[in-house]
């Protein structure tokens, strides 16, 4: 088990870049999860996967916002036209749910986003 | 729609001190599954512990404990004997199958030396 890794830890871009965060979950989990958390507050949902398929996304994920897992695997998360309102930590995290059992979400480090 | 209430903000203690942070919780969901994790300064979220709604049995692991009441929806978390190393921000989140996972707002705990 090597954990939920993401990628890069930090990112610096300008207002109006677009940026891309890469996740890669425990291998044996089928479901992915983006969370979003600023300063003081607790992680946001903005949107999760089972295998490939986007089940559930939030009203915070903007249409300037797209997440993608193709194959079941690794995920990215791609913003466009960035925004210093975007200025955040973006936390990746996957679980094995099966049945009805709902086992806790493993996170990663995160990947700490500041538009300047 | 589910939301994760923890009323307080920031609790500093003395170390050696035992801290109780509260969690209550709102859900129209029969099933549901809580959380507790905790995030030191380094960043990363750690998990604590998963209870079901069907198991109203209070939980200990070592100076941790858990104390879940269906009748006050509430999943409260106690830390016996404060340690400096305690000292984080505590995440109590709620969860249900097919669902996405919902976070309180976080305690962050200081316990001094």
């Known amino acids: 088990d090597t954990g939920v890794s993401q990628d890069p830890r930090h990112k610096i871009t300008k207002r109006g870049q677009n940026v891309t965060f890469r996740c890669d979950p425990i291998s044996e989990h089928n479901r992915l999860y983006w969370y979003r958390q600023t300063l003081g507050q607790g992680p946001e949902f903005l949107t999760y996967f089972q295998n490939e398929a986007q089940l559930e996304k939030s009203r915070l994920l903007s249409d300037r916002f797209s997440a993608e897992r193709p194959k079941g695997s690794f995920s990215t998360l791609e913003i466009q036209r960035t925004e210093q309102g975007d200025s955040a930590m973006y936390l990746c995290a996957s679980s094995s749910n099966t049945g009805d059992y709902n086992s806790p979400l493993h996170f990663g480090n995160g990947t700490r986003l500041t538009v300047t | 729609a589910q939301k994760v209430t923890q009323a307080q903000t920031e609790i500093s203690v003395v170390e050696k001190e035992d801290v109780t942070l509260d969690c209550v919780y709102e859900?129209?969901?029969?099933?549901?599954?809580l959380f507790w994790y905790k995030q030191p300064p380094s960043g990363e979220l750690v998990f604590l512990i998963r209870r079901n709604s069907f198991d109203e049995q209070n939980e200990i692991s070592g100076r941790y404990s858990w104390n879940f009441q269906k009748s006050t929806s509430s999943f409260n978390f106690t830390i016996t004997a404060s340690q400096v190393v305690d000292s984080a921000v505590y995440f109590c989140a709620l969860g249900n199958y097919g669902q996405n996972f919902v976070f309180g707002p976080g305690t962050r705990l200081s316990v001094l030396p």
């Open positions: 859900t129209r969901d029969t099933t549901y599954y």
